[in-house]
């Protein structure tokens, strides 16, 4: 975070921070804090470098990420409009040639210490404790969405189904922009997010086809997919580079841990924002995809509504996206 963010910060969430303890200024809170989630530094540790009592610095980080999280999130991870999904999926087909895709959707794992009385709750796959972060990422890296709080023992798919965001879409209540034609074609498909083979296929979730039987159709596809969601796995990447604390076991109460992941996801956008994009190479792939400008077509509200949920529609909606990326992107 550059000098000028720090100001920027500061100066958003000065009027909040001055209303908690008086003892201890604005600046040295979010000092403290930022110090905590770039280096990952024990509470102890930073206690003696701040002159504080261990309790003292845990109250005050937990504290001022909270502030950060609820002052920066209406300007920085806003809920989408109908605007912002078109924006993205233009960007999508204007980087990935991927096209009619609001976002790649993935779960990162978020180490934490055993809470207390847990059982195996908590205890991933990995075999650590951890909470599950489930993020959508648009072109550029940025969150769109985030939910924190789902337990280690679930997978992706299991964190997905009980997610606000699942709900929505189910519910057919996210702005998602009208059905379009694909580029330069007449084939009307409804726009979607992309994930792994971890989620359900959906009208509005398309993941990878099965690896076994793969034919070159089929292996393009999975291949272009796996292209364009590397914008979530990146920003996960650049997430966990940046705040370090994400890299060893958060020592809180799995609800302190979620107030914690859910503002350095936050603070992500924010200095992505105002810093600029300065991993321009971290997303380099081993093709070379050309930009490409391209018209859509919208279709009413009640085409819309023909998209229904069942799942042979959902194979037919990637069936035909498949057909396109082979005769126009291969």
Known sequence: MSIQSFDILLEKVRPKLTKQRKAIRAEQRLVLTLRFLATGHSFRDLAFAFRMGRSTVSLVISETCEIIWKELLAEYMPIPTTDRLKTIINDYYRRWKFPNCFGSIDGKHCQIKCPANSGSHYFNYLHYFSVVLQSVADA????????????????DGGTFSGSTLFRLLEADKLNVPLPQALPNSNTILPNFLIGDEAYPLKTYLL??????????KTENFNYRLSIARKCIECAFGILTSKWRFLQKAIETTPRTAIILIKCACVLHNFVRECDGDSDLDYLQTTTTIN?????????????QQNFNRSSQTALNIRNELTEYLWEFGH
């Open 207 to 216: 993941r990878p086809f099965p690896r076994r039987n793969l034919n070159a």
């Open 291 to 303: 930009n490409a400008n391209a018209q859509t077509n919208t279709v009413d509200r009640e085409q």
């Open 140 to 155: 550029d890296k940025k969150f769109v969405t985030v939910e924190v709080g789902g337990r280690g023992k679930q997978s």
